[in-house]
């Protein structure tokens, strides 16, 4: 199943484990594979299963650099997904105060 967007970010950060590799990644700059195997209890082979997710995502970008791949992360994905929440969480507070204003009318 293809993912883009918005979708495509929230599904690869809903997973516990990527969400660790990402917090990994931005705590420090152009980590490779070896150093998060170091830092999180899982193999090489699965970091690289979710470093690929996140790829996918574009929340982080690899480059190669001699025989190691390094990996940053790309905020354009989160800036978009904060943009989101922050538009959705704007429609609630929009329908909140209407339904205020509503049960304060209700009850004069």
Request: proline share 4%; hydrophobic share 40%; charged share 25%.
């Amino acid at each position: 199943m293809s993912r883009s967007g918005t979708v495509a970010t929230f599904w690869a950060l809903s997973d516990p484990v990527r969400h660790d590799i990402l917090e990994q990644i931005a705590t420090g700059s152009n980590v490779t594979v070896t150093q998060l195997a170091d830092a999180l209890p899982i193999t090489r082979q699965a970091i690289a299963r979710h470093l690929k997710t996140l790829e996918d995502a574009g929340l982080v970008a690899g480059e190669r650099q001699g025989r190691e791949q390094r990996y940053r992360v790309d905020p354009v994905p989160l800036d978009a997904a904060g943009r989101w929440l922050h538009s959705r969480a704007a429609a609630w507070d929009r329908t909140l105060e209407r339904l205020a204003r509503y049960v304060e009318a209700d009850n004069d």
